[in-house]
């Protein structure tokens, strides 16, 4: 078991399978040491539990979940792309953060943090990354979508 592997245990973190792509993309693209990970959302497997537009369907919290398990799902595709070695990542550069939000949430930063935050409890210092927060009209009603970049080896 690597140190990644063991991180994630020592956490209580089950990472979720890692999906198919639906459309004409790919999941995860490696080029010149950088690997960028298309948005995720906060799915588990089948299941959508966090569906709605923050401020009025959802609460803070509940977006924050969101995004911590949309970016447990840019992990579980980092795993998959990687052939399950996570400690070939030496840094998550950046996070973009989607949020689904109603016209007067404000919030969208703090919504990012539930994945800004996982990325450091799993990685330390090379966890931590530049990022960006928007708030959007979400696809497929998803409360945010987590896209990533991470520097491998």
Request: aromatic residues 6%; neutral net charge; proline residues 6%.
């Given at each position: 078991?690597?140190?990644?592997?063991?991180?994630?245990?020592?956490?209580?973190?089950?990472l979720?399978?890692?999906?198919?792509p639906?459309?004409?993309?790919?999941?995860?693209?490696?080029?010149?040491?950088?690997?960028?990970v298309?948005?995720?959302?906060?799915?588990?497997?089948?299941?959508?539990?966090y569906?709605?537009?923050l401020?009025?369907?959802?609460?803070?919290?509940?977006?924050?979940?969101?995004a911590?398990?949309?970016?447990?799902?840019?992990?579980?595709q980092?795993?998959?792309?990687?052939?399950?070695?996570?400690?070939?990542?030496?840094?998550?550069v950046?996070?973009?953060?989607?949020v689904?939000?109603?016209?007067?949430?404000?919030?969208?930063?703090l919504?990012?943090?539930?994945?800004?935050?996982?990325?450091v409890?799993?990685?330390?210092?090379?966890?931590?990354?530049?990022?960006?927060?928007?708030?959007?009209?979400?696809?497929?009603d998803?409360?945010?979508?987590?896209e990533?970049?991470?520097?491998?080896?």
């Amino acid at each position: 078991m690597g140190r990644i592997e063991a991180r994630l245990r020592e956490l209580g973190i089950a990472l979720p399978p890692a999906s198919t792509p639906f459309a004409s993309f790919q999941h995860v693209v490696i080029a010149g040491g950088l690997a960028f990970v298309a948005g995720q959302p906060p799915t588990e497997g089948d299941r959508r539990p966090y569906i709605g537009r923050l401020g009025i369907d959802l609460t803070l919290e509940q977006g924050q979940a969101a995004a911590k398990l949309s970016a447990l799902n840019v992990i579980a595709q980092m795993r998959a792309a990687l052939d399950g070695d996570l400690d070939r990542v030496e840094r998550c550069v950046k996070l973009g953060v989607f949020v689904n939000s109603g016209p007067d949430f404000k919030g969208q930063p703090l919504v990012a943090n539930g994945a800004s935050d996982l990325m450091v409890q799993v990685w330390g210092e090379a966890g931590r990354h530049a990022r960006f927060a928007v708030g959007t009209i979400g696809p497929m009603d998803f409360a945010c979508s987590v896209e990533a970049v991470f520097q491998v080896s």
